[in-house]
């Protein structure tokens, strides 16, 4: 088959795949599409962790049609899996409905099973196409893969600021910098993380309830689950008037203290949400400890939302992968005045950090750039 076919259909499949955003994780998205000379059978997605994967899906939307699968091909989006964890292994399932072909977009990124699924199905006797519009399927799950690698969360920092690079005035006030489209835009990108960290003082200055919502004129956003709520508060100072203590989401809130933090402080906050004592390290809490600790319980995409000092202990640890920062057409001035990444910075030209993947998006009268931070040294 020539390539523009294949393209097209797992082009189909990627639409579909997108459909699991904010759902899946710690699994990755994924979406299926069955075709026979040229036609649909059936088409399916992974909704949700514990519920059938993206190629069951499809197998069932063509039972459901009344359609024979024997003979077809599967287009996919990621190597169908192998190894039995919460639903059976997809390739059993994919040589029994004896299927003549699977063309896949992204290999497997778990170095335990990577290729073993195409295997088993080139042994079962199916031909395996892959590769098929691979930088596509593979950036889809930029979180997932990197969380199955490292067992650490893929690290976003979020920020909107002036032109000038400010994200609040010298007495604290930040709202609104950027207009309403690129607010709904920054919801979505809560939306699709599993965790959202803010450190303390933006706790004292906002107030925030770090929730996924939505707003006045935007589209209803689908459904989804709440992502947990991290604060970094070495001293436990979050007052015990603070939304994330008491709102409906309370359970889905950890504030991160040291051993510094007074005893009865600590005491008080553990009455409504989880408190985590981390140890210290020369940024104060010990960032790696944090992120490997979110990993281990399956946080694949943390959303760094601020303020400037925690946005640049995160920078200038080289533990961020991606930064997302939005720009309003606003010049706000002043020394005092809060900036985006805080702290000494870089003292020359060649201590800067170089971005990659550099994509320019306008939101309204905003712009967005959305970059991958490149790695230390």
């Not at 994919?94 to 992204?106: D, E, F, I, K």
């Not at 104060?284 to 995409?301: C, D, F, K, M």
Request: aromatic letters at 6%.
């Amino acid at each position: 088959m020539s390539a523009a076919p294949q393209t097209h259909f797992l082009r189909q499949a990627l639409c579909l795949a997108r459909r699991g955003y904010g759902h899946t994780a710690p699994n990755p998205m994924v979406g299926a599409v069955l075709v026979r000379a040229g036609r649909v059978l059936g088409r399916g997605w992974h909704r949700a962790a514990g519920q059938p994967h993206a190629e069951i899906e499809a197998l069932r939307d063509a039972a459901r049609r009344g359609a024979d699968v024997r003979g077809a091909t599967l287009y996919v989006t990621l190597e169908p899996c192998s190894t039995h964890g919460r639903t059976p292994p997809c390739t059993a399932a994919l040589v029994r409905a004896g299927l003549a072909r699977v063309v896949a977009g992204a290999t497997d990124p778990n170095p335990q099973h990577q290729g073993r699924g195409f295997d088993q199905l080139r042994r079962a006797g199916l031909e395996v196409v892959t590769g098929v519009i691979e930088a596509e399927a593979t950036q889809l799950n930029e979180p997932f893969n990197h969380w199955i690698v490292h067992r650490t969360p893929f690290v976003t920092l979020k920020a909107a600021m002036t032109l000038d690079g400010k994200i609040a005035t010298a007495a604290g006030a930040s709202k609104w910098i950027t207009g309403q489209p690129a607010r709904a835009r920054a919801m979505q990108l809560r939306q699709g993380a599993d965790a959202i960290l803010v450190g303390i003082n933006t706790v004292l200055a906002d107030d925030p309830c770090l929730t996924v919502r939505c707003l006045p004129g935007q589209k209803r956003l689908a459904p989804t689950r709440t992502p947990r709520r991290i604060v970094l508060d070495s001293r436990a100072r979050t007052p015990p008037t603070a939304q994330l203590l008491h709102d409906a989401h309370a359970d889905a809130t950890t504030i991160v203290v040291t051993r510094a933090a007074p005893t009865g402080r600590v005491a008080g906050l553990r009455q409504s949400v989880s408190v985590w004592v981390a140890p210290t390290g020369p940024q104060g809490i010990s960032l790696p400890w944090l992120l490997q600790r979110l990993g281990a319980e399956e946080v694949t995409h943390l959303l760094v939302e601020g303020g400037g000092e925690v946005l640049a202990a995160f920078w200038r640890s080289g533990l961020a992968q991606r930064l997302v920062f939005f720009y309003a057409p606003k010049i706000l001035g002043g020394r005092l005045a809060h900036r985006a990444l805080a702290g000494p910075g870089a003292t020359a030209f060649g201590e800067m950090t170089g971005l990659t993947a550099v994509r320019w998006a306008r939101w309204g009268d905003d712009l967005c750039l959305t970059a991958r931070l490149a790695a230390p040294g």
